[in-house]
Protein backbone atom coordinates (compact mmCIF):
# COMPACT_ATOMS: atom_id res chain seq x y z
CA UNK A 1 0.00 0.00 0.00
CA UNK A 2 1.61 3.32 -0.91
CA UNK A 3 0.98 6.89 0.88
CA UNK A 4 0.54 10.29 -1.01
CA UNK A 5 2.89 12.50 1.25
CA UNK A 6 1.52 15.25 -0.43
CA UNK A 7 -1.64 15.10 1.45
CA UNK A 8 0.43 15.33 4.59
CA UNK A 9 1.67 18.92 4.67
CA UNK A 10 4.86 19.48 7.05
CA UNK A 11 6.36 22.35 8.86
CA UNK A 12 10.30 23.43 7.96
CA UNK A 13 11.44 24.75 11.33
CA UNK A 14 14.38 27.82 9.50
CA UNK A 15 17.07 28.67 10.03
CA UNK A 16 17.90 25.22 11.11
CA UNK A 17 20.35 24.55 14.06
CA UNK A 18 24.02 23.22 12.76
CA UNK A 19 24.24 20.18 14.85
CA UNK A 20 22.05 17.29 15.73
CA UNK A 21 18.50 18.52 17.82
CA UNK A 22 18.93 17.06 21.32
CA UNK A 23 15.52 18.66 23.07
CA UNK A 24 12.57 20.00 21.71
CA UNK A 25 9.67 20.86 23.76
CA UNK A 26 6.10 22.74 23.55
CA UNK A 27 5.50 25.73 26.25
CA UNK A 28 2.21 26.45 27.73
CA UNK A 29 1.98 30.24 25.61
CA UNK A 30 2.25 27.60 22.16
CA UNK A 31 5.80 28.43 21.18
CA UNK A 32 8.60 25.66 20.77
CA UNK A 33 12.01 25.12 22.27
CA UNK A 34 14.60 23.73 20.42
CA UNK A 35 17.91 23.01 21.84
CA UNK A 36 21.04 21.69 20.24
CA UNK A 37 24.75 20.52 20.39
CA UNK A 38 25.61 23.83 18.13
CA UNK A 39 25.09 25.57 22.02
CA UNK A 40 22.26 27.26 21.08
CA UNK A 41 18.21 27.20 22.11
CA UNK A 42 15.85 28.49 19.21
CA UNK A 43 12.60 29.65 20.55
CA UNK A 44 9.80 28.95 17.26
CA UNK A 45 5.98 30.05 16.78
CA UNK A 46 4.25 26.54 15.97
CA UNK A 47 4.58 27.19 12.42
CA UNK A 48 8.18 27.08 12.16
CA UNK A 49 9.02 30.93 12.83
CA UNK A 50 12.12 31.58 14.34
CA UNK A 51 11.50 33.98 17.89
CA UNK A 52 14.38 33.99 19.48
CA UNK A 53 18.20 32.78 19.74
CA UNK A 54 19.85 32.13 22.60
CA UNK A 55 23.42 31.09 23.53
CA UNK A 56 24.17 28.59 26.35
CA UNK A 57 27.32 27.01 27.68
CA UNK A 58 27.51 23.79 26.71
CA UNK A 59 27.27 21.23 23.62
CA UNK A 60 24.64 19.09 24.61
CA UNK A 61 21.26 19.84 26.20
CA UNK A 62 19.52 16.29 27.56
CA UNK A 63 15.88 18.69 28.30
CA UNK A 64 13.82 21.50 28.86
CA UNK A 65 11.23 21.95 31.50
CA UNK A 66 8.69 24.87 31.74
CA UNK A 67 9.61 27.23 34.93
CA UNK A 68 7.16 27.91 37.88
CA UNK A 69 7.71 31.74 36.86
CA UNK A 70 5.62 32.81 34.03
CA UNK A 71 7.33 33.33 30.94
CA UNK A 72 10.58 31.17 31.95
CA UNK A 73 12.15 27.96 31.22
CA UNK A 74 14.97 25.61 32.33
CA UNK A 75 17.49 23.70 30.64
CA UNK A 76 19.37 20.67 31.60
CA UNK A 77 22.57 20.52 30.03
CA UNK A 78 26.42 18.99 30.56
CA UNK A 79 27.61 21.54 32.48
CA UNK A 80 24.94 23.16 34.54
CA UNK A 81 20.77 24.33 34.73
CA UNK A 82 19.79 27.57 33.50
CA UNK A 83 16.69 29.29 34.03
CA UNK A 84 15.74 32.08 30.68
CA UNK A 85 12.97 34.39 30.19
CA UNK A 86 12.01 34.15 26.72
CA UNK A 87 13.41 37.58 26.03
CA UNK A 88 17.26 35.84 26.55
CA UNK A 89 17.82 37.01 30.05
CA UNK A 90 19.74 34.47 32.56
CA UNK A 91 17.92 34.40 35.53
CA UNK A 92 20.05 32.10 37.47
CA UNK A 93 22.45 29.42 37.15
CA UNK A 94 21.71 26.31 39.25
CA UNK A 95 24.93 24.01 39.82
CA UNK A 96 25.09 20.68 40.50
CA UNK A 97 27.74 17.84 41.23
CA UNK A 98 26.70 15.51 38.48
CA UNK A 99 25.40 16.13 35.05
CA UNK A 100 21.50 16.47 34.97
CA UNK A 101 19.96 13.91 32.52
CA UNK A 102 16.37 14.90 33.09
CA UNK A 103 14.00 17.22 35.11
CA UNK A 104 10.64 17.12 36.11
CA UNK A 105 8.79 20.03 37.96
CA UNK A 106 6.65 19.03 40.99
CA UNK A 107 2.94 19.84 40.26
CA UNK A 108 1.54 22.87 42.11
CA UNK A 109 5.12 23.81 43.15
CA UNK A 110 8.08 26.11 42.14
CA UNK A 111 10.55 22.63 43.13
CA UNK A 112 11.56 20.42 40.53
CA UNK A 113 13.36 17.04 40.42
CA UNK A 114 16.86 16.55 38.52
CA UNK A 115 17.97 13.11 37.66
CA UNK A 116 21.61 12.84 37.88
CA UNK A 117 24.96 11.25 35.92
CA UNK A 118 25.39 9.51 39.01
CA UNK A 119 21.76 7.90 39.93
CA UNK A 120 20.73 10.07 41.98
CA UNK A 121 17.73 12.44 42.42
CA UNK A 122 17.98 16.22 43.63
CA UNK A 123 15.67 18.00 44.40
CA UNK A 124 15.76 21.88 43.51
CA UNK A 125 14.63 24.79 44.79
CA UNK A 126 15.98 28.42 44.62
CA UNK A 127 19.72 28.14 47.20
CA UNK A 128 18.19 24.91 48.13
CA UNK A 129 19.04 21.08 47.15
CA UNK A 130 17.80 18.15 47.96
CA UNK A 131 19.31 14.66 47.32
CA UNK A 132 16.74 11.49 47.18
Not at 8 to 25: G, L, R
Request: charged share 20%.
Amino acid sequence: MSHNLSNHPFICFSPKHNSTVDAIIQLSDGTILSGSKDKTIKRWTVDGHLLNTFLVYSHCLQCFMEGAEEDTFISCSYDRMMWYKTTGECLCTLHTTFIVWSVLRLRNSSSFLCGMENGTIEEKRMGVTTKH
